[in-house]
């Protein structure tokens, strides 16, 4: 019959494309492999440039952090993986405490990359950040309302706030900068004002929550800074639209300043290649590629002096939360715990 | 393990008992470590969970299993019956498109259905221009819901049950029916009383499959912020970072499952459906005509139109006018995908029908439980069996690792983990339930007086399996290399963890783009997920239909 035919056929191709994979990668000098929770498109022209000028090949795996995390615990001594790519701060901290990474620093790092974005035991280094921010609608806020997040949870923002869900890691990490300056007692009590103003349930994603801004749902979105720039970037007609409705609004300026996060990396424990590694971390922390993180993914370069793409430059400039970093880490599970108690769905 | 196959009939039986039993073993390992952690850790993500979130996200759970029960039932039975027993125009083509919703990822329908329903979305946009009403100020319906979510999955998921019970229907013989005319029962009585409770097992086994999906499912709640039980799962092991806590809660999802379906089979108690026609008279088709015609179309047409043209339609508008398409390695991802899926198919039910076989032939206990459990592995997120998978297979690496040191002196690395076989044996733990289900409900139709009968005439069991059962339930087995096929395209947790390097599919892409909130770039990926899911589809339902053409 014909199609036991095909499906023959194809049985033998598939095998043998099977066959060409690699099975596993060995260790060698000019190879560094990557897990990467930062996704391919974000990551992957970085490494392809590196790749060009050193010549250092780049093994990249992308997936959840907290899975690839746990492939690295099981795997233990034999994991392939050199380094670990992560895009929140937290899940650094989580790895180091896992104990899967490394101390490995190179002092062209510790030049570059100021010591809030960087762990104090040397375990990772931020490599871009992103400010979690109000964006307000132009004309029915006054943006000198907008002052704190704690001012957040004032009854006067009744039924005027869009934020998405509590199980979203930023908003977690939000929270856990507000239990470190506030305690969980003060944070917990603010969380539940905040939910009493939500316009809605909360469902969607940031750009979701810019864009029911836009559209009248509510009066002010909290997001991160790069989904905002995107709509700014965008090709689409009504996203620049949705852009042009809102305004930016950075808060806490008089005080411990606005929340902020990085994307980082660390080199694995049991790492075979700590060389490439560092060298491909130096290379993330060069001028080209700080520059290359502002242009393509709309982030904060970690390295002073380096130019800011020019649409950020547009959301004006602000002082940042230099809360060390681990500590959104560490408070974590209580911001996720006191988020369920104050009904942030 | 090594077997030598011997033609003596004995070593046969031997052959396949025990080569049931190390399968059935293998595959449910994974479940008995997710159900391992039981005992470690503490109880107190669960304390703080009763204390707070529990009775939402169970109430929520159990909400959305009766929606998407309910309504998987009203799109699936009507379809099967009017596609395999009346005639009415359009009905040869809505046999196989019917099935076309099977290859839309639930998340993506989601998302494209959210694309167009939303408050900032065409559709209301349009609302408020026309009328000049602003938000709050018109009822809509609001798709980020509940009953959001039920639609959406109802929609993907109603196929199941459409599909095994079509196959039902098709083999039940023709004269049954007719037989059951003679006696003076009218077609609708024909329907109730006899060809529903002959389809039962095949209903149910449908009905199984889209509640397991359901619960299993984390991407369309999630992103419509509905809190199941499912969610609760991913917030302890993502919020908390605490895999334990949240293998202990997947254990609570496998109990409940596991007590719903002890709770089928005793409803079903002693009843067995066999088929009684050897062989099968060509069926006459009950001619529709007039308004009976045209609400047959409709109720055909419909699931298709919402379950397929228009989340279809949409995506492909995107591909076409706004997304990013410079990337072009899309024919690689889609090569993988359908090897992977392929692949996949083919080991699943080749062990579904060694588990069924063996466990027809010869039942052993620990078979029937180590099966039972592998095949609850449906109603587990994906993530969470792959965790179960990369533990023991972390283990035996270091176990090779250890002895290839000790005895050649060598290093050979990981030699499982992080590898196709890894992946693939992570999809057939997960799907082995629909495989199973499918091919099973086949073979339970073929009394088991036909295998005595060969055995007496001096067949081995395998031979009984090859000449006997596997032609008369081809469209069974077909079925399920379909759903598994289709699945595996979707499938994207145990993708994502297990996969080895430089390696993607249409669902990670497709996945990667939609979870940094593009959703239009991701929908080329999506798109060819569907596009490649509806080759098998249109290949197998021909075959099928085929297979009931001749006698």
């Not at chain 2, 109880?43 to 159990?62: G, K, R």
């Not at chain 2, 149910?204 to 999630?222: F, N, P, R």
Request: proline content about 4%; aromatic content about 12%.
């Amino acid at each position: 019959m014909k199609f036991t035919h095909v499906v023959s056929t194809m049985a033998m191709a598939a095998v043998f494309a099977t066959g060409l994979l690699p099975l596993s990668v060995s260790a060698d000098d000019n190879l560094v492999n990557v897990y990467s929770a930062r996704k391919e498109a974000l990551i992957k022209p970085l490494f392809d440039r590196f790749t060009e000028e050193t010549g250092i090949t780049v093994n990249l795996v992308t997936g959840k952090a907290d899975a690839l995390l746990k492939r690295l615990q099981v795997e233990g001594n034999a994991t392939p993986a050199d380094l670990f790519v992560t895009v929140d701060a937290g899940r650094l901290h989580r790895a180091k405490a896992a104990g899967v990474l490394q101390v490995a620093t190179s002092e062209t790092l510790d030049k570059l990359i100021p010591a809030h974005l960087k762990d104090v035991d040397g375990y990772w280094y931020g490599m871009s950040q992103r400010a979690r921010t109000v964006f307000y609608v132009k004309g029915k806020v006054d943006p000198a309302e907008l002052t704190t997040y704690e001012d957040l949870a004032d009854p006067k923002w009744k039924g005027r706030i869009c934020i998405r869900s509590s199980s979203n890691i930023y908003n977690q990490s939000l929270v856990a900068s507000m239990i470190d300056a506030n305690g969980v007692e003060a944070t917990e009590a603010w969380a539940k004002g905040l939910v009493a103003n939500f316009a809605k349930p909360p469902a969607g994603g940031d750009t979701d929550q810019l864009r029911a801004a836009a559209a009248g749902v509510c009066d002010i979105a909290i997001a991160n800074t790069y989904y905002y720039a995107r709509l700014i970037h965008s090709k689409k007609e009504s996203d620049n639209e949705v852009a042009a409705k809102l305004g930016t609004a950075w808060l806490n300026q008089e005080g411990r300043g606005a929340h902020v996060n990085v994307s980082g990396v660390g080199v694995t424990k049991y790492a075979s290649n700590v060389e490439s590694a560092l060298k491909l971390m130096e290379f993330m922390a060069s001028d080209e590629s700080q520059t290359w993180y502002g242009a393509e993914n709309n982030e904060y370069p970690v390295v002073k002096n380096v130019e800011i793409s020019p649409v950020l430059k547009g959301l004006g400039e602000f002082k940042a939360d230099d809360i060390e970093l681990s500590k959104l880490g560490t408070n974590n599970r209580a911001a996720v715990e006191l988020m369920d108690r104050a009904g942030w769905k | 393990m090594l077997v030598v196959i011997s033609s003596k009939s004995s070593y046969r039986v031997n052959w396949l008992t025990s080569s049931s039993f190390v399968i059935a073993l293998l595959l449910a390992l994974p479940i008995f470590v997710i159900a391992g952690f039981v005992f470690s850790g503490s109880a107190e993500v669960f304390t703080h969970l009763y204390n707070t979130v529990l009775f939402d996200y169970v109430s929520n759970s159990i909400l959305l299993m009766l929606g998407v029960g309910f309504g998987v039932l009203l799109l699936g039975i009507p379809t099967a019956w009017l596609t395999s027993v009346c005639d009415f125009p359009g009905r040869k083509i809505f046999a196989w498109a019917l099935l076309l919703p099977l290859a839309v990822p639930a998340y993506i329908i989601a998302y494209t259905y959210t694309g167009l329903l939303d408050f900032a979305g065409p559709v209301q946009t349009t609302i408020r221009q026309v009328t000049g009403l602003g938000y709050g100020e018109y009822w809509f319906f609001d798709i980020r819901s509940l009953m959001g979510a039920i639609l959406m999955l109802a929609l993907v998921l109603y196929p199941y049950v459409y599909l095994l019970s079509r196959a039902a229907f098709l083999e039940q013989s023709a004269s049954t029916l007719e037989v059951s005319r003679t006696l003076g029962y009218n077609q609708w009585q024909g329907l109730f009383q006899l060809a529903l409770p002959l389809a039962r097992p095949a209903i149910i086994a449908g009905l199984t499959l889209a509640l397991m999906e359901t619960l299993a499912d984390y991407g369309t709640v999630q992103y419509f912020g509905v809190n199941t039980f499912t969610t609760g799962i991913f917030r302890t092991f993502y919020g908390f970072g605490d895999a334990v806590a949240a293998a202990q809660l997947a254990v609570c999802l496998l109990s409940f499952v596991a007590l719903l379906v002890l709770v089928e089979k005793y409803s079903r108690r002693k009843s067995r459906y066999h088929s009684t026609a050897e062989f099968k008279a060509k069926a006459k088709l009950i001619p529709l005509s007039g308004w009976k015609a045209v609400v047959a179309f409709f109720i055909c047409f419909l699931p298709i139109l919402f379950g397929f043209l228009i989340p279809a339609g949409q995506l492909a508008f995107w591909s076409l006018t706004q997304a990013d398409l410079s990337d072009g390695s899309f024919f690689q991802l889609a090569w993988n995908s359908f090897y992977l899926a392929f692949l996949a198919a083919i080991i699943a039910v080749g062990f579904a029908l060694i588990l069924a076989y063996a466990g027809r032939l010869n039942p052993k206990k620990v078979v029937q439980f180590s099966v039972a459990t592998a095949g609850m592995g449906y109603a587990l997120p994906g993530t969470i069996i792959a965790i179960g998978v990369i533990i023991p297979f972390a283990w035996l690496d270091h176990q090779l690792i250890d002895a290839a040191k000790k005895w050649f002196d060598a290093d050979v690395g990981l030699v499982l983990s992080g590898t196709l076989a890894a992946l693939l044996f992570a999809y057939t733990v997960r799907f082995l339930a629909v495989s199973l289900g499918a091919v099973q409900s086949g073979l339970g139709k073929i009394k088991p007086s036909i295998d005595g009968a060969a055995r007496t005439l001096g067949c081995t069991p395998l031979q009984v399996l090859k000449q006997i059962h596997v032609p008369l339930m081809k469209s069974s087995v077909l079925t399920a290399l379909l759903i598994v096929f289709v699945d595996v395209l979707k499938e994207l947790p145990a993708t994502l963890i297990l996969r080895p390097f430089n390696f993607n599919t249409l669902a990670v892409r497709a996945f990667e783009l939609a979870s940094d909130e593009r959703l239009i770039d991701a929908a080329p990926s999506s798109l060819l997920i569907v596009v490649v899911g509806l080759i098998p589809v249109i290949l197998l339902s021909r075959s099928i239909a085929k297979g009931r053409a001749g006698s």
